[in-house]
């Protein structure tokens, strides 16, 4: 989704953070099935989200928005492939982290 930073750079920042505020918090928003989303990105997004361990996840569906550069690009995903894969996205994940809710 053109983003301006690697997977490597967003990882040392979270490890960064963590370490100097080890009770914070890391919130994500992620979507699931941007045109031209292949089955090795979703992977790696599961991937990451074991590796950070986000404490807050909203996640959702790509919906097309008409006039925007993303209703325009080829490879549009099926809804059943988006709803497969939010569903794999949402079922190991907690709203809060066990820790975070100790802690409240």
């Not at 967003?10 to 992620?30: A, C, N």
């Amino acid at each position: 989704m053109r983003r301006w930073y690697t997977t490597q750079t967003y990882l040392e920042k979270v490890e960064m953070f963590r370490s100097r505020m080890p009770e914070g918090t890391i919130s994500t928003d992620l979507i699931v099935g941007y045109p031209g989303e292949t089955e090795e990105d979703f992977q790696k997004t599961l991937e990451m989200m074991q590796e950070v361990r986000f404490d807050l996840i909203y996640a959702f569906k790509f919906s097309i928005r008409p006039g925007t550069r993303a209703a325009e690009e080829e490879n549009q995903l099926s809804d059943q492939i988006k709803s497969e894969r939010l569903r794999i996205l949402l079922k190991p994940t907690k709203v809060f982290s066990e820790k975070n809710r100790n802690f409240w």
